[in-house]
Nanobody, 119 residues
Framework: QVHLVESGGGVVQPGGSLRLSCAASGFTDFSFSNYAMNWYRQAPGREREFVAAITRAGDNTVYADSVKGRFTISRDNAKNMMYLQMNGLKLDDAGVYYC?????????WGQGNQVTVSS
């Protein structure tokens, strides 16, 4: 079973930067490079929303309009890691950030990591 652990969150002022990491393990039949990866986030009182996605080889990425130009998703298949570089953070970026791994109809989730943006 795929196991995902997010890290790198914390408290940052508006305009600041954070880099989230997602460590993946537990691969049996298929390796990490066989999974598309995503970042989602959920703010208090709001539904979980899509943030960014990256293909299995890391050659294509997709971003929510709200983060385009500020966030960068990347992955290192040799290390079973995915990242989200977040620059120019805004108050609306605050929330719990989740990574997910997708293969076919199966999607695995991490436990989430808190990002707080506060002046």
């Amino acid at each position: 079973q795929v196991h995902l652990v997010e890290s790198g969150g914390g408290v940052v002022q508006p305009g600041g930067s954070l880099r989230l990491s997602c460590a993946a393990s537990g691969f049996t039949d298929f390796s990490f490079s066989n999974y598309a990866m995503n970042w989602y986030r959920q703010a208090p009182g709001r539904e979980r929303e899509f943030v960014a996605a990256i293909t299995r080889a890391g050659d294509n990425t997709v971003y929510a309009d709200s983060v385009k130009g500020r966030f960068t998703i990347s992955r290192d298949n040799a290390k079973n890691m995915m990242y989200l570089q977040m620059n120019g953070l805004k108050l609306d970026d605050a929330g719990v950030y989740y990574c997910s791994a997708v293969r076919g109809a199966n999607e695995s989730w991490g436990q989430g990591n808190q990002v707080t943006v506060s002046s």
